[in-house]
Antibody, heavy 127, light 109 residues
């Protein structure tokens, strides 16, 4: 059974750095084709993808937020950490981590999707 | 960057068929995934790889993808299907990143 849970501060001040931890169970992030992603959702708005880290430690970031994001993994602890610098009130959102699975055709990865999600954690940015 | 366009809202009567579209440039060449999100809950995967259903998702949910439009179809709509629906692709053409559509609010009349 795959489960994920986000943890971190619920309130951060503008200009501070946010650090969120995703602790998971039921899978290994060293398994080929597996990834963990971060997605956020401002209140009343749409989902926004932030970052994705793959089993081979390859990392991808949202182009619009790339300069502010860092994603890392600790396979031994079953954790993925996301840091976001220079937080602003517009970054107020529920932040989700999710297990990502790939589809491979003839040895080539063609897509990733998110099949298990954490419950999310609301982060408010305010002074 | 790749853009996915969804209608903000779709309304349907109970028992009827709802169709939610997701538009993108040559989206038929990509794999599309769909998520259902009810208020206060995390998203749930309902369709992956254009038309496959995860275990536990009713057969009433189906998907298709061709040309510039992918479609999520919900047959025999129930009150419990009322939710926001998001499409998603993995864009391998550029820097391998994830894109979500803007979401569609499904209202069951």
């Amino acid at each position: 059974q795959i489960t994920l849970k986000e943890s971190g501060p619920t309130l951060v001040k503008p200009t501070q750095t946010l650090t969120l931890t995703c602790t998971f169970s039921g899978f290994s992030l060293s398994t080929s084709g597996v990834g963990v992603g971060w997605i956020r959702q401002p209140p009343g708005k749409a989902l926004e993808w932030l970052a994705l880290i793959y089993w081979n430690d390859d990392k991808r970031y949202s182009p619009s937020l790339k300069s502010r994001l860092t994603i890392t993994k600790d396979t031994s602890k079953n954790q993925v950490v996301l840091t976001m610098t220079n937080m602003d009130p517009v970054d107020t959102a529920t932040y989700y981590c999710a297990h990502s699975r790939s589809i491979t055709i003839f040895g080539v990865v063609t897509t990733y999707y998110f099949d298990y999600w954490g419950q999310g954690t609301l982060v408010t940015v305010s002074s | 960057s790749y853009v996915l366009t969804q209608p903000p809202s779709v309304s349907v009567a109970p028992g009827k068929t709802a169709r939610i579209t997701c538009g993108g440039n040559n989206i038929g060449s990509k794999s599309v995934h769909w998520y259902q999100q009810k208020p206060g809950q995390a998203p749930v995967l309902v369709i992956y790889y254009d038309s496959d259903r995860p275990s536990g998702i009713p057969e009433r949910f189906s998907g298709s993808n061709s040309g510039n439009t992918a479609t999520l179809t919900i047959s025999r709509v129930e009150a419990g299907d009322e939710a926001d629906y998001y499409c998603q692709v993995w864009d391998s053409s550029s820097d391998h990143y994830v894109v979500f559509g803007g979401g569609t609010k499904l209202t069951v009349l």
